[in-house]
């Protein structure tokens, strides 16, 4: 995803102070924890520029594309609370150097990966490993910098990772479009090494004083709820819905979702604490999460493959189209906390989610061709500036909907939210995508009156989507129609997508209406909303 998960800055803020780090040692820890974050950031973007490339080199389907997404959303997504509480119990230090590590071996094996199983393999794995960094990044900066330096910390950080997340996908369609997609992984491998020295030379190691225990059972359940449910929605599209592991798949999500509350319930520490729902306002919030992080995830899987594969970008280009909008969000994000101040959050969460709901509108409306500064570039800025005016007052409804011991809970799991809600909306949105690209393909493909050997051959491809090769033996006038009828198809059904995308928003403004109070705030946060993105 091109924009980070809300509360990022909020689980820094909320932690309680463990080791303090002398001042010679604080710039070592913001470098690290920097470029480890920095290191799931930017994978979780470049990959989506890498998608058509790596599509291409294996002949996969869009279901393995979907996968090489999902896989990597879905163990981060369902195990990154986890995570902090090992970093909390064992050692923040130590669960950290062990989610780099991981991240690093596992970005060795999606590079060196000789098809696209195994590229699935590694990147749930890398979902395994971020699972592990991402949140021991910000616990080391909570506990090692007391609270007068800590606003500055989380400054910095927020600051620098929020470049590395802009630069992210340019980097990447450079890299992809000048070297191999491969080295989308490969670039981790020096990134994980200076981490590790930085940490094991420079940084103390800290702990939770207070007992705890890992919710194993709670984890275990969640993962395979999701990864039921996800796998049988996607592996839908290959097998049929009446197929007997894709049902069951779906049976076994479904009851495990359903389960989870009351294991979480029973449980003497939950990762996911129930009461912190009794609160309507936190609910909601996580409820307007959901719906707006679906409809940006579903953006971000399919904006690339359209860019590449339809609209003839490059990849570097692909990865520069979405520049703007971060770079929107991060120059407003102060401008945004200044709303909130004056008007209170309410305002905000229904104003912005609207915004963008325009923004996918207007994405909806471009053909094929056509330059970006017309077709994209004032869709990528109504999204950006959407995105702007909601993340801010998200993150701040979430810390004030709890108390101040449950904030780093809170926090912890509206970001989880926001992670699983791409995954989600992505396995879903799917089938939506290839069903109706198939039904407009086939549309075209009667009128050009093609032998029925081709015929069946285009259309076993379509679940390729705008990657479906064209057959070789055909005259060079009917190539370049089934190419046409192919751009066509892909756009028809990104046009319903983004339609959905924007119905997804203004649902998420309407439960901010209906469910987020607009009560006023008090000086912690008013602070926090300065180093919310």
Known sequence: MFTRPPCDEAVIQSGDVGVLCAAKTRPWILAATIIGSSMAFIDGTVVNIALPALQTSFHATVVDVQWVVESYGL??????????????????????VLGVAIFALASVGGGIASNVHQLIIARSIQGVGAALLVPGSLAIISTSFDEKSRGQAIGTWSGFTAITTAVGPVLGGWLVEYASWRWVFFINIPLAAAVIVILLWHIPESRSAAEGRVDWLGALV????????????????NMGWEHPLVLASLIVGCGCLILFPLVEASVTSPMVPLALFASSSFSGTNLLTLLLYAAIGVFFFLFPLNLIQVQGY??????????????????????????????????????????G???????????????YWTSFFPAVIALGLGMAITIAPLTTVVINSVGQDRVGAASGINNAIARVAGVLAIAVVGIVMVNAFGSRLNHGLVHLLLPSGVLETVQSGE?????????????????????????????????????????????????????????ALDTREIQLLHFTE
């Open 463 to 519: 679940i390729m989507l705008a990657g479906l090769p064209v057959p070789d033996d055909l005259s060079p006038a009917t190539k370049a129609a089934i190419k046409e009828l192919i751009a066509d198809a892909f756009v028809f059904g990104f046009r319903i997508v983004m339609l959905i995308c924007a119905g997804l928003s203004v649902v998420s403004s309407a439960v901010a209406w209906v469910m987020v109070p607009n009560g």
């Open 314 to 355: 490059s990849a570097t280009a692909a990865g520069a189209a979405v520049l703007p909008m971060i770079v929107l969000i991060f120059i407003l994000s102060n401008w945004a906390g200044g709303l909130v101040t004056h008007y209170g959050p309410r305002i905000p969460l229904i104003v912005g989610p609207l915004v």
């Open 222 to 237: 969640i993962t395979l709820g999701l990864g039921s449910l996800v796998y049988g929605l996607i592996e839908s599209e």
């Open 357 to 371: 709901a325009l923004g996918f509108v207007l994405f909806a409306i471009p053909t094929v061709g056509g330059s």
């Open 75 to 96: 163990f981060l997504g369902a195990l990154i609370l986890v995570g902090g509480s090992l970093g909390d119990l064992f050692g923040r230090r130590l669960m950290f």
